[in-house]
């Protein structure tokens, strides 16, 4: 079983940037891929990003690719999500997921979920 929590989130103007951590406990937990994703009002969940359990491979949706940084903390099981530049489409509840999938689909049937942290940025 693994449990996960996020923190973090929180409102802050465009341009601005937000730190994300999701903390993951649980005795296998390092050896589970861990991602992100994120659900405005009246959409889709939307992936955001992954790393896989070693971390050797890395995934970014278009949407964020060179704003958002993924990693992940073995030491203290942790996952973390810098975002920089945030714009006010970005507003959305954030989630983490934990799968044994490297693979976007994959991780969007994750079997363990966060409760999410909400991000909003004003224009």
């Known amino acids: 079983q693994v449990q996960l929590v996020e923190s973090g989130g929180g409102l802050v103007q465009a341009g601005g940037s937000l730190r994300l951590s999701c903390a993951a406990s649980g005795r296998t937990v390092s050896s589970y891929t861990m991602g992100w994703f994120r659900q405005a009002p009246g959409k889709r969940r939307e992936f955001i990003a992954l790393?896989?359990?070693?971390?050797?491979?890395?995934l970014y949706a278009d949407s964020v690719r060179g704003r958002f940084t993924i990693s992940r903390d073995y030491a203290s099981n942790t996952l973390s999500l810098q975002m920089n530049s945030l714009q006010p489409e970005d507003t959305a509840v954030y989630y983490c997921a934990a799968a044994g999938s490297t693979t976007v689909v994959g991780l969007a049937s994750a079997n363990f979920w966060g409760q999410g942290t909400q991000v909003t940025v004003s224009s």
């Open positions: 790393i896989a359990r070693n971390g050797a491979t890395i």
